[in-house]
């Protein structure tokens, strides 16, 4: 499952979308426009800690968040 996957699948009428977002944001220290383009697979975190957080996050293993760094 990619991370766009896992953020598509989050429901929409409570915020959880904005929510996870914010959750990113802090725990990765960047913007939610930086957040939103790796969501959108533009562009993925250089940082290998933010890559290791964002896994963390969602249970997804980072291969498969980001497949085009395999």
């Known amino acids: 499952m990619t991370l766009k996957e896992y953020y ?20 990765c220290g960047v913007t939610p426009c930086t957040v939103r383009n790796w969501i959108k697979g533009s562009f993925t975190p250089d940082d290998p800690d933010n890559r290791f957080l964002i896994s963390r996050l969602t249970g997804i293993p980072e291969s498969e968040l980001f497949p085009k760094l395999k």
């Open 8 to 27: 598509d699948g989050l429901p929409e009428k409570t915020a959880p979308k904005s929510d996870f977002i914010r959750k990113v944001t802090r725990a």
